[in-house]
Nanobody, 115 residues
Framework: QVQLVESGGGLVQPGGSLRLSCAAS????????MGWYRQAPGNQRELVARITNGGNTNYADSVNGRFTISRDNAKNTVYLQMNSLKPEDTAVYYC?????????WGQGTQVTVSS
């Protein structure tokens, strides 16, 4: 079965950095589009960044220029490098992929940006 396992969240001060990782199994990773989403309390889940199997990327306007998504197909892992973090980046961050069977989600990792 498809499994996505996130790691790397935590508490960071405004202006700081974190790198999230998502290890995938049960799929031919190199063929899949991978995405990072986030959900803050009281808000809908929103797309943060996406990377295609060819390495093309797109970002939410709110994170463009601060976050970078990347992938290592040899390690079946997708990363989200987050710099210049702001309190409004506080959320649970989820890894996502999808195919004809539906959407797959990780368990999420909490990111808290606070002084």
């Amino acid at each position: 079965q498809v499994q996505l396992v996130e790691s790397g969240g935590g508490l960071v001060q405004p202006g700081g950095s974190l790198r999230l990782s998502c290890a995938a199994s049960g799929i031919i990773f190199r063929l899949y589009v991978m995405g990072w989403y986030r959900q803050a309390p009281g808000n809908q889940r929103e797309l943060v960044a996406r990377i295609t199997n060819g390495g093309n990327t797109n970002y939410a306007d709110s994170v463009n220029g601060r976050f970078t998504i990347s992938r290592d197909n040899a390690k079946n892992t997708v990363y989200l490098q987050m710099n210049s973090l702001k309190p409004e980046d506080t959320a649970v961050y989820y890894c996502n992929t999808r195919d004809t069977r539906g959407d797959y989600w990780g368990q999420g990792t909490q990111v808290t940006v606070s002084s």
